[in-house]
C-alpha cells in the first residue's frame, strides 16, 4: 500500500542518505521505477506533476494504477505517490484522489500567502496521515509548464514555512529543473547550511537533481537533503533509448512496431538510471 513519505525521510535524513524522488509519465514509466525500488530494497517516492496527472487521465487513474501495480508485482518496498509542484487546487485534488504525499508550491505567491495556504494544507494532511512538501525560493527554470526563476530562499522565511508543521522542505539554492548551462554557479551551500541551520531536524528537498555533479550531491545530503527530484535524466535515457530502436529499424516486418517491444529499451534505460542515482543517493538497501 501506498505510504505517507514522512517515515522514510526521516530515516534518510538520521542515516545520512537521501530518498530519490522519480517522476512518471506512463505505465511503462511507473512499472520501471517500482521494479527498480524492489530489486534494490530502496524506498522510492513517485513524483506527479498535473501536468502528467492529466496525460495519465487524471489523479484517480493515477492512484489505481499504481497500487495496482503494487499488488501485482508485490512490492514490498516503502513507496510514496507525491503530488509534484502542485497548486493549491492541485493539491486538494490529489488528496481527494488518493495520493500518499503532496508537495503545494506556494513559492511564487507572497510569504504571507504562501503561509495562509500552507496552512490550511497542513491541517488537511495531518488529518488524513499523509505528508506535505513546501517550497520557498523558486526553483530554476521549466518543469511542465512551472516555472521557477531561480531564486535563493530566505532562511527566516524558510523557518516561517516550517514552523507551521510541513513533512519536508524545498528551498531554492540555485538550483533548476532541466539540464544545467555551462556557466552554472553551483549549489549555494552557504544558504544550504544556514537553511539548515534555521529550521531544524526537517528534512530537506533538493529539486532539479539531473546533471549535478556527485560531490555537491553527497555535501547537499551531509547539509540535511533527504529527498533528491529527478525527472530530466529520465526523459533524456528513455528518449535515447528509443530513437536508438526506431532508428535501428527493428521489429518492422511490415506490420509497423510493436509497442512493448518499441518501449523495451527506453524502459531498461530508465531502471539503470534509477539504480545509478539510488547508488548516489545512498537509498539502496535501506528499505
Known amino acids: 500500500m501506498l505510504v505517507s513519505a514522512k517515515e522514510m525521510l526521516n530515516k534518510a535524513r538520521d542515516g545520512k542518505y537521501a530518498v530519490g524522488q522519480f517522476n512518471i509519465n506512463n505505465l511503462e514509466w511507473t512499472k520501471a521505477i517500482l521494479q527498480t525500488a524492489q530489486e534494490n530494497q530502496s524506498p522510492v517516492i513517485l513524483g506527479v506533476s498535473e501536468g502528467a496527472g492529466k496525460y495519465m487521465c487524471g489523479y484517480t487513474t493515477v492512484v489505481g494504477m499504481v497500487e495496482g501495480m503494487l499488488k501485482e508485482l508485490k ?24 495520493f500518499s504525499s503532496i508537495m503545494f508550491d506556494g513559492s511564487h505567491y507572497p510569504i504571507e500567502e504562501n503561509i495562509a495556504k500552507t496552512t490550511e ?95 555537491m550531491i553527497k555535501k547537499a545530503i551531509s547539509l540535511g537533503v533527504a529527498k533528491i527530484n529527478v525527472n530530466t535524466e529520465c ?26 517491444k518499441l518501449l523495451a529499451p527506453g524502459v531498461e534505460a530508465i531502471k539503470t538510471t534509477v539504480k545509478e542515482k539510488m547508488e548516489l543517493f545512498g537509498s539502496i538497501n535501506k528499505a
Open 235 to 260: 526523459q533524456l535515457a528513455f528518449a535515447a533509448a528509443t530513437r536508438k530502436y526506431v532508428e535501428a529499424g527493428k521489429d518492422l516486418e511490415g506490420k509497423g512496431f510493436d509497442p512493448r
Open 75 to 98: 512490492i514490498t518496498v516503502p513507496v510514496a505517490l507525491h503530488l509534484d509542484h502542485g497548486s493549491y487546487d492541485g493539491a486538494k485534488a490529489c488528496i481527494a484522489a488518493g
Open 121 to 215: 494544507l497542513v491541517k488537511i494532511c495531518e488529518e488524513k496521515g499523509l505528508s506535505l512538501e513546501a517550497e520557498v525560493g523558486a526553483i530554476g527554470g521549466e518543469e511542465d509548464g512551472v516555472v521557477g526563476g531561480g531564486e535563493v530562499a530566505d532562511p527566516n522565511e524558510c523557518k516561517a514555512i516550517a514552523d507551521l508543521g510541513v513533512t519536508m522542505l524545498a528551498a531554492g539554492i540555485g538550483n533548476i529543473h532541466g539540464k544545467y548551462p555551462a556557466n552554472w554557479a553551483g549549489l549555494r551551500f552557504d544558504v544550504l547550511e544556514q537553511i539548515k541551520n534555521t529550521v531544524g531536524d526537517m528534512p530537506l528537498v533538493l529539486h532539479g537533481g539531473t546533471g549535478i555533479p556527485e560531490d
